[in-house]
């Protein structure tokens, strides 16, 4: 069984060498409270949307919970801390937890429980 290292491995390389899926982040609502983002380029999102979403359960949105930048995170929403190997590859994301919400993945501060990414593939 392949680790998951090398799986991220080979999935960044794929990324990077073929044409990308789009992938896009949504902005944020206008009454989200929108807070600090985090800034990504499309190979970095799209490394992390094939990452968490073929290791993470996908886990429906609460009622009243948008997934948007700002947006607060309800205690019913499972958060991981982010892989090494993710953290490994992309550093400014080491310090965050994320979730896979209505096939949305979603960047946290584990702190605040706030959203400061959301990457979608479309």
């Known amino acids: 069984m392949a680790s998951v ?3 991220c491995t080979i999935m960044l390389a794929v990324a990077l060498s073929s044409p990308a899926v789009p992938v896009s982040a949504q902005t944020p609502a206008a009454d989200s409270g929108a807070g600090p983002s985090l800034k990504l380029s499309t190979a970095q999102r799209q490394t992390i949307y094939q990452s968490v979403s073929a290791t993470q359960k996908n886990n429906p949105a609460p009622t009243g919970f948008r997934a948007a930048i ?3 995170v309800p ?6 801390p982010i892989s090494t190997t993710l953290a490994t590859l992309i550093p400014e994301t080491a310090q965050y937890d ?3 919400v209505e096939k949305q993945v979603v960047l ?3 702190k605040a429980r706030r959203v400061v990414a959301v990457v979608v593939a479309q």
């Open 5 to 7: 290292a090398k799986i």
């Open 70 to 72: 700002g947006a607060q």
């Open 75 to 80: 205690d019913g929403i499972p958060l991981q």
């Open 98 to 100: 994320v979730a896979m």
């Open 108 to 110: 946290v501060d584990p």
